[in-house]
């Protein structure tokens, strides 16, 4: 194999022991976390593995733990990880003694640098996915604005006159969310996520999904009227995000998805021009997996 010792720098410890649980029995694994990872002494592995441990909503602790590797010094070969790698910052793309990999791509790499098999992933019992988020600034038609919840489908959505303070309210709505969803422990409860971007949210839509995204390890779906398209496409593409096109204000294409997840039937409702295909809102979204 060529290899003996890896330290695996990450705060999520599932992600770190599922690793674990794939690599090479006679590979000795140390896991740390970020904050334990920057108080070693020395770095004496054979390879480095440090992940990102941020979205663009936080700030990442992957550079400060680098950082202090580079300083103490190693002669390991250092890989830094995230399942979003356009969020790493461009002084760990451009630092010569990394190397920069999806997360769910490192497993793979590894196997086939270093010449050694990877173990089958341990079946476990699988959760089904029930909850779909719809987020949007402007009101979604058929339902109350708010916070709306039904079981399997949570809508946060608001008043016609969010208008210009569209990017404030997200942003607010957002932390608000943060401080009370348990992203880790139930993340494997959603099956996808929604989110509006307008002329008036700037690139905070897709910023939003990008993070929601990330801490829920799926491909975020950002419903999108035509007004500055370029720039959403270009967004989409940066954030890691699957984009469809619907009409200004996405009211009547949000409030149609909610219906078809609930299995309501609203009068003068085409379902079947809804742009983002069926199967996406029935099946659940694209999932990344370590």
């Known amino acids: 194999m060529g290899i003996s010792t890896m330290l695996l720098i990450n ?19 140390q896991i740390a976390s970020q904050a334990a990872a920057q108080l070693l002494q020395s770095y004496n592995f054979d390879f480095i593995v440090i992940d990102n ?5 936080k700030v990442a602790k992957g550079p400060e733990t680098l950082k202090r590797i580079i300083e103490v010094g190693t002669s390991a070969r250092i890989f830094y990880t995230s399942f979003q790698p356009g969020w790493v910052g461009s002084d760990v793309h451009k630092n010569r003694l990394v190397q920069v990999v999806k997360t769910d791509e490192l497993l793979d790499i590894l196997a086939k640098e270093f010449y050694f098999e990877l173990r089958p992933a341990p079946t476990k019992d699988e959760t089904d996915p029930q909850i779909t988020l ?3 600034y402007n ?4 339902y109350e604005e708010g916070v709306y919840c039904d079981g399997k489908l949570i809508i946060l959505s608001f008043p016609k006159n969010a208008g210009d303070k569209a ?10 969310i943060y401080r009370t969803f348990e992203w880790r422990t139930d993340r494997d409860l959603i099956k996808n996520i929604f989110v509006y971007d307008g002329v008036n949210g700037n690139d905070w839509p897709a910023r939003l999904a990008s993070a929601l995204g990330h801490d829920v390890r799926m491909k975020v779906q950002l419903v999108a009227c035509h007004c500055d398209w370029k720039r959403k496409v270009r967004d989409a593409s940066t954030y890691y995000v699957d984009l469809h096109k619907c009409e200004c204000s996405g009211s009547t294409t949000l409030g149609a998805i909610a219906d078809m997840i609930l299995g309501v039937i609203r009068p003068k409702i085409n379902y079947a021009t809804i742009p983002v295909p069926r199967k ?10 370590v």
């Open 11 to 29: 705060d999520d410890t599932e992600d770190a022991v599922q690793m674990q649980e794939r690599l090479p029995e006679n590979l000795e694994i």
């Open 53 to 57: 441990d941020a979205n663009d909503l």
């Open 134 to 136: 719809i987020i949007s």
């Open 139 to 142: 009101p979604i038609e058929g």
């Open 167 to 176: 990017q404030r309210v997200l942003r607010q709505k957002l932390q608000e």
């Open 280 to 289: 996406t809102i029935e099946n659940g979204a694209e999932r990344y997996s």
